[in-house]
C-alpha cells in the first residue's frame, strides 16, 4: 500500500538550523558534505533535479521581499523573536517504490497546496530526483492580511490530519495512492463499518464462510487497505 506522505516545519531568519539560508543550500545542493559524504544522496543524479518554482535572488531576500510586498512590517514585535518563522517548508513525498509520472503528481501537490492557501505565495519549489525517493520542496510564505502567522497555518496535530485527508481525497486517490495516516478512535470506528458493509453487500460473508469473523476482526483493526480496495471516501471533518 503506497502513500502520499506530507510533512512541514517552519523555517526562520536567524539560528543554526532550519533556517532560510540553509533551506536553500540543501534544497539548491549547495552544501558539499551533503554531496559526498552521505548515501542519500547520489550527485550523478541532481541534474535531474527540476525547479517548479525557480528562485531569482536568494531564498532570504525573496522571503522577506514577499512579506514587505504584503506591507507587513518586520522591524517590530514578534518579528525580532529568533524562534519567529519566516516560511513553512512543505515536503510532499511517496512509500519507496512507488512509481508514476513525478512532474505530474507534484506539479498537483503543488497547485492543491495553493488552493488550500491562496494569500500565501510560493517563494521556492524543486523537485529531488538525486535521492532513493523523488520528493518536492515547497518553500511557502505564511501571510494572513498583515500578518505571518507561521506556526498557526502549519497547524497542530488535528489540523495535520485533516489536512493530509484532504490531500489525498483531492490528489493521492487520484494516483492510486493511499491515506498517509493510521485512523483512531471515532474515525477508525467509521471506517471499519463502512468497509464491513461494503463487503457485505459484495457477498463476502457467504464468499468466506467461516473466515468472515477473522476477515472482520482484520477489518476493524486496520480499516486503511480496505477502504483502499473498495474505493471509500470517508468525509474529511470525521479526523
Known amino acids: 500500500m503506497f502513500k502520499l506522505d506530507l510533512r512541514g516545519h517552519l523555517l526562520y531568519l536567524n539560528g543554526n538550523s532550519q533556517t532560510l539560508v ?7 545542493r549547495k552544501i558539499p558534505i551533503e554531496l559526498y559524504a552521505r548515501d542519500k544522496i547520489d550527485p550523478s543524479k541532481t541534474y535531474l533535479n527540476k525547479q517548479i518554482v525557480p528562485l531569482n535572488k536568494s531564498l532570504e531576500v525573496t522571503v522577506q521581499d514577499l512579506i514587505v510586498g504584503a506591507g507587513i512590517n518586520t522591524s517590530k514585535g514578534t518579528f525580532k523573536r529568533k524562534d519567529k518563522g519566516y516560511a513553512i517548508e512543505w515536503i510532499f513525498s511517496v512509500t519507496p517504490g512507488f512509481i508514476c509520472d513525478f512532474n505530474h503528481l ?4 503543488l497547485d492543491w497546496l495553493m488552493d488550500k492557501f491562496p494569500y500565501c505565495p510560493v517563494a521556492h519549489a524543486v523537485i529531488h530526483y538525486d535521492e532513493d525517493v523523488p520528493h518536492i520542496h515547497i518553500i511557502m510564505v505564511p501571510i494572513e492580511g498583515n500578518h505571518l502567522p507561521a506556526s498557526k497555518i502549519l497547524g497542530f496535530k488535528g489540523c495535520s490530519r485533516e489536512r493530509s485527508y484532504d490531500l489525498y481525497e483531492k490528489v493521492g486517490a487520484e494516483f492510486g495512492l493511499a491515506y498517509s495516516m493510521y ?16 463487503l457485505e453487500k459484495l457477498h ?16 476493524k483493526s486496520r480499516p486503511e487497505p480496505f477502504l483502499d480496495a473498495l474505493g471509500i471516501l470517508l468525509n474529511a471533518h470525521v479526523y
Open 22 to 28: 540553509l533551506a536553500e543550500a540543501h534544497n539548491n
Open 106 to 109: 507534484y506539479m498537483r501537490c
Open 183 to 198: 485512523l483512531k478512535g471515532a474515525a477508525k470506528k467509521s471506517a471499519a463499518e463502512k468497509a464491513i458493509k461494503e
Open 204 to 219: 463476502y460473508r457467504e464468499k468466506l464462510g467461516k473466515l468472515w469473523q477473522p476477515f472482520k476482526t482484520a477489518v
